[in-house]
């Protein structure tokens, strides 16, 4: 399995120029490439080959008085912005002719220096290592100092180098490493995912929800309200904006470092997790889009899907179409409404639900079925004697 293990660099101010550099060099190829080939397309010829954009936007480029200043960074990283632009259009070909699954994917579009978000690409070829010292050496860069909070499982082949719209750096490595199996459990969970509670699990556990971005809002808007007085193009306009981002990056920091913890969490203590493929691109255009987007369920998922490969667990999601919240976990009957301002229902046979505690048993029921019933064995567990469901 590939995993991508991210560190924090610091580099000196000559190294932050350097790196400048590299994101503008490496910026300036793709646009010229990107340019290239929609030339040849409205002269309706083909596309030039890989080679020839190679050789014309690099090699050439490097030898005219507009373009002399590429040869000031290390070679690999403007081929690995041509490789990025062959990526987007193979992206963008597939999803146009229905090979690719999921949404769709926009042409590739050219790159702005105002982003928030630059980044970089080396290979093996270019020869950047990790230092005895702890460092991480770049071609026409330097050793640039990297807070280490881990040690990587396997040699990486690449590295790319980050900065992010708060002026941060990182270092993200994506390398090999072995599945770590974990010892077996008899435990399964169920999850209701939802916006009162985070989560809800079959046991009756409730996750409360974080709300990271709705505790920030505050300090948020007077950072977005002294950004929008400042004038444009002003240095104090720009200190603004690397305020807002840095508010909003710690918002993301704390969510994904929330993720983390319950989805290791989840995974190291239930054999099998079953949750609700939940349709969060539909959800977000509703008016309680703010809260879905603060929740971070795709990423959460996410996390728990590729802990559990990699643990030896099973994950599986549920029909979004299943009623969860409906079904009476006792009879099965489905109930024929059920608005969201009711947390508690009765069925006709006598059984008082939670609502939420009620759907996660479902879930699981649901979940185990599909594993289970192949084999002999029970989908719904027996109910916990006194728990209301």
Known sequence: MQLRYRFRL???????QALARAFGCARVVFNDALRAREEARAAGLAYPSDGELSK????????????VWLGEVSAVVLQQALADLNTAYRNFFASVTGRRKGRGVAA???RSRKDGRQAIRFTRNARWKITA???????KIGDVPVRWSRTLPSAPSSVTVIRDAAGRYFASFVVETADEPLPDTAAEVGIDLGLAHFAVLSDGRKISSPRFLRRAER????????????AEGSANRRKAAARVARLHARVADARRDHHHKLSTQLIRDNQAVYVENLCVNGLARTRLAKSVHDAGWSQFLAMLEYKAARHGRTFAKIDRWFPS???CGACGTVAESLPLNIRKWACACGAVHDRDVNAADNILAAGRADRLNACGGTARPPAEGGRTR
Request: glycine letters at 6%.
């Open 10 to 16: 610091y580099p000196a101010p000559g190294q932050q």
């Open 56 to 67: 014309r936007v690099i090699t050439e480029a490097k030898k005219t008085p507009e373009r």
């Open 108 to 110: 590739p579009r050219y």
């Open 133 to 139: 010292g702890g460092k991480l050496r770049l071609p």
């Open 219 to 230: 300090k948020l808007r007077k950072a977005q309200q002294a950004l929008s007085r400042k």
């Open 325 to 327: 919240s409906k079904l």
